[in-house]
T-cell receptor, first 113, second 111 residues
Framework: DADVTQTPRNRITKTGKRIMLECSQT?????MYWYRQDPGLGLRLIYYSFDVKDINKGEISDGYSVSRQAQAKFSLSLESAIPNQTALYFC????????????FGPGTRLTVT | SQQGEEDPQALSIQEGENATMNCSYKTSINNLQWYRQNSGRGLVHLIL?????REKHSGRLRVTLDTSKKSSSLLITASRAADTASYFC???????????FGSGTQLTVLP
């Protein structure tokens, strides 16, 4: 079984809809991250969490919110989806002792029409 | 904003040849890492080089770091078709809080 899972893997939604992307991990890591990837660009950090009570904004948090329901679960919400949020979204985790070695989920391809 | 910029953006080589890709960054770093992404998949960590290191090897991978030029290179020797992927450099500032990724090099290894 994959260590970092994301659901759904693909989603098409309409402008204005609220959508939640979910991430679960079995690696026992405290740190979790949400990134988005646009064609031809690297990953940009949306939010990150170092434990259940610690949530931090990344480079591009506007239009997004997150919830860390448990050590193993970190959800990303788009409150009112817009077309320029069409992208590939990745969840990642890392261990406190090796914070820079991140483990990525398979990604969620989100299309907002 | 992107901290790292990879060069070239795309590289196509024959199987068995060596592939070299470069990363330049803007601000002081603590570590630099390279990640691989197969098409439509999540990134996979390849290698980390610390700011006080100049060269590091892992299997067919060789990474160099020149902090005076704010640049790094990733060399893949004896490339294979399975090496076809995008390669990203990622830097951190030592705060242990987050990584900043470059825009990536798309490597195609032709059989």
């Amino acid at each position: 079984d994959a260590d970092v899972t994301q659901t759904p893997r693909n989603r098409i939604t309409k402008t204005g809809k609220r959508i939640m992307l979910e991430c679960s991990q079995t690696k026992g890591h405290d740190r979790m991250y949400w990134y988005r990837q646009d064609p031809g660009l690297g990953l940009r950090l949306i939010y990150y969490s170092f434990d259940v009570k610690d949530i931090n904004k990344g480079e591009i948090s506007d239009g997004y919110s997150v919830s860390r329901q448990a050590q193993a679960k970190f959800s990303l919400s788009l409150e009112s989806a817009i077309p320029n949020q069409t992208a590939l979204y990745f969840c990642a985790t890392s261990d406190l002792r090796t914070p820079y070695e991140q483990y990525f989920g398979p990604g969620t391809r989100l299309t907002v029409t | 904003s992107q901290q790292g910029e990879e060069d070239p953006q795309a590289l196509s080589i024959q199987e068995g040849e060596n592939a070299t890709m470069n990363c330049s960054y803007k601000t002081s770093i603590n570590n630099l890492q390279w990640y691989r992404q197969n098409s439509g998949r999540g990134l996979v960590h390849l290698i980390l080089i610390r700011s006080n290191e100049r060269e590091k090897h892992s299997g067919r991978l060789r990474v160099t770091l020149d902090t005076s030029k704010k640049s790094s290179s990733l060399l893949i020797t004896a490339s294979r078709a399975a090496d076809t992927a995008s390669y990203f450099c990622a830097t951190d500032d030592g705060s242990a809080r987050q990584l900043t990724f470059g825009s990536g090099t798309q490597l195609t290894v032709l059989p």
